[in-house]
């Protein structure tokens, strides 16, 4: 849920809206993208409705790990591409337009269909990644 009910994934999910369904267990979700970046787009969504990442409970979250990976093996021997793009956009800065968790499964081909990657050139500095990393450690206990 979000703030307007049922996000349009837990729609598709209830069978409400229809989807190129491609799998589906107890706890995920899998359809094609209806705007897709590259022929095969894929994306993959935990029936439970957390809105990010960071709110998904470890069962949804290691149901998702188990069968990303062969969901990638399935789009890539029907698409053709031996490269793709897995990629979760959280919050509305960071791209997300669907609040409902999911992971896209995006192909890359040789031409450039697919994802564009913006790359840093900016080096992470020594003394600043330290003290994050330390910081992310205490958290993480
Ligand atoms: P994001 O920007 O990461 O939130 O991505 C949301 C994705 O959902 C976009 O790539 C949309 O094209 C896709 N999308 C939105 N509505 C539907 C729908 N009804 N069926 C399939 N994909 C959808």
Redesign the pocket.
């Known amino acids: 849920m979000n703030g307007d009910g049922p996000s349009?994934f837990t729609r598709?999910i209830n069978g409400e809206?229809p989807?190129h369904k491609v799998y589906e267990d107890d706890l995920v979700f899998s359809?094609?993208?209806?705007?897709p970046?590259s022929t095969g787009?894929t994306?993959v969504v935990p029936k439970e409705p957390a809105v990010t990442l960071d709110a998904l409970s470890e069962e949804s979250a290691a149901a998702i790990g188990r069968v990303l990976p062969i969901i990638s093996k399935a789009v890539l021997e029907v698409s053709g591409a031996t490269e793709f793009n897995v990629?979760?956009?959280n919050g509305a800065n960071a791209?997300?337009?669907?609040f409902h968790v999911?992971f896209?499964i995006i192909p890359k081909f040789k031409d450039g269909g697919g994802l564009s990657w913006p790359m840093s050139t900016m080096p992470l500095d020594n003394e600043e990644g330290s003290q994050i990393a330390a910081k992310i450690r205490a958290v993480l206990g």
């Open positions: 349009i598709i809206l989807c359809f094609l993208d209806v705007n970046m787009h994306l990629l979760q956009n791209y997300q337009s669907v999911h896209h």
